[in-house]
């Protein structure tokens, strides 16, 4: 990674080396916080929250709560997505069934006289339509 430094205010390059940052999980103790991984895994060197002054703590708490709406956002689009997909195969099924006419109408159409009785009974019985 390059890092830029400042130096007699001259801005000087140089290539840092820094060891993998540990792979938080469960069973595995956390020895910093969830900020500092982060910023490591994403090549940012950032110092731990008790350790920056309180205009550094804004700036990075505002820049985990961008990152933490961000994802919010785009997990709500990804699940609104997901139901319009249901919403518009619900209501082609809904349009098929409707567009086939009744159950006992299709009971009768197949063989299956009995079948349909019973749905007629079974629908009157309800109060769903008379039959």
């Known amino acids: 990674m390059t890092a830029a430094a400042s130096v007699g205010g001259e801005r000087r390059a140089a290539r840092v080396e820094r060891p993998a940052a540990p792979v938080l999980g469960p069973g595995r103790p956390r020895t910093t916080s969830v900020l500092v991984a982060m910023s490591r895994d994403a090549g940012v060197d950032v110092a731990p929250l008790h350790r920056m002054t309180a205009r550094?703590?804004?700036?990075?708490?505002?820049w985990w709560e961008d990152g933490y709406v961000h994802g919010l956002t785009a997990g709500r689009r990804e699940l609104e997505a997901e139901w319009s997909g249901r919403q518009e195969v619900s209501a082609a099924i809904a349009r098929q069934m409707a567009a086939s006419g009744p159950f006992?109408?299709?009971c009768e159409a197949r063989g299956e006289p009995e079948r349909a009785a019973r749905h007629r009974a079974l629908m009157a019985?309800?109060?769903?339509f008379p039959c």
């Open 125 to 128: 019985e309800r109060g769903i």
């Open 56 to 62: 550094g703590r804004a700036i990075a708490l505002a």
């Open 104 to 106: 006992d109408a299709l």
